[in-house]
Every structure is written in C-alpha cells, then in structure tokens.
C-alpha cells in the first residue's frame, strides 16, 4: 500500500507510485484523499489514521477503507455506509503494545466477531504499527503476536483475516533489507522507503535500487553573519519543517540551530546573500514541508546544480 501521506496527497506523487506499480494508496489525512478524488484518482485508497465521530460521514464518501481501533467508530461507519449504500472495509488495529493506535489483543477475536455481523463494513484484516526508532528485534517479537492472533481469529471464527498489515518502512527495513525472515505477514503500509529511498528517517540507509533525490529542499541564505565566518541564516525555520531531518547536499554546511522563522547553518565556502543551500529529506522534514502553505513546490526532470 503506497502511503502518500508525505507528500500530503499530491496528485502527481500519487500518479507515481501508481505507475512505479502500486496497486492500492493510503492516506492518515481525509483532505489529502479529496484532493486525490479531486485530481481524477480512484484507486483504492485507505485512511490511515482512525477516524473520530466526526469523521465517519467524509471517511465513508471518500475512502474505501479505513484503519480502526474502536468499535463504536466501526458500528458508525456500517450505519453510514447503509445510508450512503456503499460497502466499507475496516482494518482493526492491534496495540502490541506501542502506546499507539489498536485494541488490546485479548479484545481483538470479539472485535473481529463483531465485525462479521455489520452491514456495510467489509473485515479486512488486522494491523500493527512500530515506532520509527523501534528495533528490528521488538519488531519481530510484535510480529509473531500478530500473527498468533490471526490464527486465534481463525480458529474461533473459520475465517481468517485476509490481511496481515505489519507496518510501514521500518518493517520493510527488517524482512527487506536486514534480510529477517517474515513471520507471517502479507501486507506493509509504505511510504518512507518509497518516497525517499531509505527504509528509516533515523540512522537511514539507503536501500539497493532506490532513489535519495526524488524530493530536494533548497532554501535561500537570507544573511551572511560578518562578525562570525561561514555561518549563515537561510529562509527555513520549525514553521516550515523539522530540521532534525534535514540533510545537507552541500559540502561543508552544518546545521546549528533553529528558530520559527530561521536555520542558523554553518558553511564551508563563504556564504553570500542569495546563495541556495540544498537538503535530502527525512520523512517528518518532508510531511511538514509538503503540508506548509509557505513551501514552493517545483517539479523538474533533472536536479539543478547544488
């Protein structure tokens, strides 16, 4: 499943993954699908992050499927789904635990009974979600509760869960690139790996055959500090990204600090006023970017020169 969440539905990256052979698409935020549904995209798309009460109407009318850890969102969804004659499909979320979105797993075989008994709502599958700096072996360990969980469901249900969502890229870090053996799963929820060719923001690597330079951040130098050689402020601050992710392309150029407004950087070359200063991107960098209305997005077939 191609996330396009980093790049906050934009039609064209969308279009991409859908070309680069992406079957289905997901998406935590239920603008970023209209503004796919919008631009003519009707690929199977899933909301990514559980919708509230006041979503279940738009979640129904825009996306396919959506990722749930309560039940009475699902029995919301099925009775909207009735109205609006459509069928919805629900993937139930399991806490392994993360501290993040699912149902306990001893709650999870009567939610998944539940589930078969709804009208409109279509049983999917179960999920999992892993921290971003959680390491191969707590994936693993999750993992082989998944899918322990999944043949409970089968056995007390006669009816497996069709989909295993194991994660997102950091899973793909462990059973793709670590070379980990799968414990069961058929299903990942992509988007680092595919948008920017690393399969974690920390400590990334890059992975064999994938591409670094598909999104480039350039920032304009803004002042040059006379008092204090090579150091500059560019036109970037927390308002428009996270600077943590951000890495520079240019030789030399160290990120010191950063304010609302500015990126304090220190440069190799002296730096002049109206010099570009270009960055690869972590995943957050780019999730705050893209949704910044102060960021110009330009689409070129080559990259400019650093």
Sequence with gaps: MGVTKGAAGLPEVAKAMLAGGIKTLADSRLDNIARMR???IQTHTTLLRSPGPSDVGRTVELADASLNSDMEIVEAISIE???QRKVHGVILMVDLPT???GLPPERITAACRKLQ???GIQFQGIGAYFHMASSSEVHLQGLQVLIRLARQVEMELDNPPA???GGSSNIFRTLAVEGQPNPGINHLRIGTAILLGFSSSLNPITI???ERDTFILQVEVIEVKAKKPGEAILALGKLDTDPQFLFPM???VIIREASSDHLMV???PPPRVGDWVSFRLGYPALCRLMASPYVQVEYVNELKSC
Excluded: I, T, W
């Design 208 to 210: 064999d055959g994938f």
């Design 250 to 252: 240019n030789p030399g």
């Design 99 to 101: 501290g993040r979105e």
């Design 266 to 268: 220190r440069m190799g």
């Design 117 to 119: 008994s709804l009208p």
């Design 81 to 83: 789904a009735r109205m």
């Design 163 to 165: 989909m295993l969502s």
């Design 38 to 40: 919008a631009a003519g």
